[in-house]
T-cell receptor
Framework: DTAVSQTPKYLVTQMGNDKSIKCEQNLGHDTMYWYKQDSKKFLKIMFSYNNKELIINETVPNRFSPKSPDKAHLNLHINSLELGDSAVYFC???????????FGPGTRLLVL | GNSVTQMEGPVTLSEEAFLTINCTYTATGYPSLFWYVQYPGEGLQLLLKATKADDKGSNKGFEATYRKETTSFHLEKGSVQVSDSAVYFCALSPLSGSARQLTFGSGTQLTVLP
């Protein structure tokens, strides 16, 4: 059973395209997150939703838009992709905003 | 603001060697502290955590003690195995606030040779 799953696992696309990454958790958690990991393995939070409401919105370009249709899903849509968006994007979830976070396997995005 | 500083990698050890990965933090109050591990091609997994001063987190032979006086949470293992090869991340979560976002260190790549 996969607790936090992401699709796709790999995504190769051209500059200027729009793409989406999906995340689903079957842990019954209320809180979900998106992180970006750069080529040097540095991890930084981008967004967090609690009960479908945005609670963390770090300084990311507004080309990135998260959407949470329900508590079990948090999708990330990226418009007008740029070379610098190439990274690994991790989804995570936790029971509440103050509990331990569980991570998905990551989506490796390469923008050409 | 909050920050986490980890020792620079990569670290290369022989099997059965002793491991220490240093981690120090800056935060207001007493945050919760975590070590996460990322195996090649996978997501992060929680390795251990400690939520208050002098707590010792332990898992799979790894240990880390929350040291308030030195603001440190160093990761140790007495005898590493090849299967421990991974990237290790130290992280903190503040004690207060509606959203206790994790602040990560830069990660330390560990390679264990047979």
């Amino acid at each position: 059973d996969t607790a936090v799953s992401q699709t796709p696992k790999y995504l190769v696309t051209q500059m200027g395209n729009d793409k989406s990454i999906k995340c689903e958790q079957n842990l019954g958690h209320d809180t979900m997150y998106w992180y970006k990991q750069d080529s040097k393995k540095f991890l930084k939070i981008m967004f967090s939703y609690n009960n479908k409401e945005l609670i963390i919105n770090e300084t990311v370009p507004n080309r990135f838009s998260p959407k949470s249709p329900d508590k079990a899903h948090l999708n990330l849509h990226i418009n007008s992709l740029e070379l610098g968006d190439s990274a690994v994007y991790f989804c995570a979830s936790s029971q509440t905003p103050v509990e331990t976070q569980y991570f998905g396997p990551g989506t490796r995005l390469l923008v050409l | 603001g909050n920050s986490v500083t980890q020792m620079e990698g990569p670290v290369t050890l022989s099997e059965e060697a002793f491991l220490t990965i240093n981690c120090t933090y800056t935060a207001t109050g007493y945050p919760s502290l975590f070590w996460y591990v990322q195996y090649p091609g996978e997501g992060l997994q929680l390795l251990l955590k400690a939520t208050k001063a002098d707590d010792k987190g332990s898992n799979k032979g790894f240990e880390a003690t929350y040291r308030k006086e030195t603001t440190s949470f160093h990761l140790e293992k007495g005898s590493v195995q090849v299967s421990d090869s991974a990237v290790y991340f130290c992280a903190l979560s503040p004690l207060s606030g509606s959203a206790r976002q994790l602040t990560f260190g830069s990660g330390t790549q560990l390679t264990v040779l047979p």
